[in-house]
């Protein structure tokens, strides 16, 4: 029987499972490595079986997704790795225009209820190509969001002429929760007909990410070589970064999901329909 195809996020957010995938390979599943977007498109094609997937994906798509149990990408204020670039402070920003990365979906989603229920603010939004290096590839921008490493990148090399936010802080100021960035999820259809695959792969990610954090040290020095931070930057944001999905990261959730329903960025209020050994639905809404 062919072995089930397997999405991970080439980021360092994920860098304690990468080790893991480096160091203790499983023969369960084949791997392929991209970037959110890139694997948010790969699993509604049918392409993966198992993949993390921006949190808002999950949410246009519950009726054919299940999440896997305690795994996600979250953070509890400070996420470093979305940071909205501004040549003016966040509270004077109106229907200014925002470059937006084209890497990403949760990010946006966050941005724009950040930006609407805590600023009451209506910004031009428009996808474009952006660096750290080139902000603002459309002169007309007022602000741009950076995901990821590039964002990390940003948070330790600033202009003292434009203003920075970490967007994952401005959520926390504004609901005192924590943030869900990414979940991990099943197919529906491959759960059930492949309940003991999936609650192997389960396992072993969520092992995985546990073994690479007892051995963080290790896994900087040996998998982020090639990465423009010094060791001390990618310890502080691998403390920040966190992978469990409990009661309260589905709470946080859940909120989320609520205002990107009444900002119509999704067309229903989702069902968080957790996949477990049993292979019954846990519903949380």
């Known amino acids: 029987m062919l072995k089930p195809n397997v999405g991970h996020i080439n980021y360092l957010n994920c860098l304690p499972l990468t080790y893991t995938l480096t160091k203790n390979p499983s023969d369960k599943f084949n791997l392929f490595k991209d970037v959110p977007a890139n694997l948010n498109q790969a699993i509604m094609q049918d392409k993966l079986d198992i993949s993390p997937v921006s949190s808002i994906i999950y949410a246009r798509n519950f009726n054919k997704l299940m999440i896997l149990p305690d795994i996600s990408i979250m953070a509890d204020g400070p996420v470093q790795s979305i940071i909205l670039v501004s040549k003016k ?18 990010s946006h989603c966050l941005l724009k209820i950040i930006m609407n229920k805590r600023y009451h603010a209506t910004p031009d939004y428009s996808i474009a190509k952006v660096s750290p290096q080139n902000p603002f590839s459309d002169e007309n921008a007022t602000a741009s969001l950076f995901i990821g490493d590039d964002a990390l990148f940003l948070k330790y090399h600033q202009d003292k002429n434009l203003y920075y936010y970490d967007i994952g802080q401005q959520w926390k100021e504004f609901t005192n929760l924590c943030m869900v960035y990414a979940v991990w999820v099943v197919r529906k259809n491959f759960a059930q007909e492949n309940p003991q695959k999936t609650s192997i792969i ?15 040290h290790q896994a900087i020095k040996e998998i982020a070589t090639d990465k423009p931070f010094s060791f001390t930057q990618l310890d502080e944001y691998l403390h920040i970064i966190q992978w469990k999905l409990q009661k309260e990261q589905l709470k946080a959730l859940s909120l989320f999901y609520q205002y990107a329903f009444e900002l119509n960025l999704i067309d229903a209020l989702p ?12 519903s949380y809404l």
């Open 202 to 216: 389960q396992q072993y990610i969520k092992n995985g990410f546990a073994d690479g954090f007892a051995n963080l």
């Open 271 to 282: 069902q968080l329909n957790i996949f477990n050994h049993t292979e019954q639905e846990v």
């Open 89 to 106: 402070p966040i509270h004077e920003i109106t229907t200014d225009k925002i470059l937006l990365t084209s890497q990403s979906a949760t």
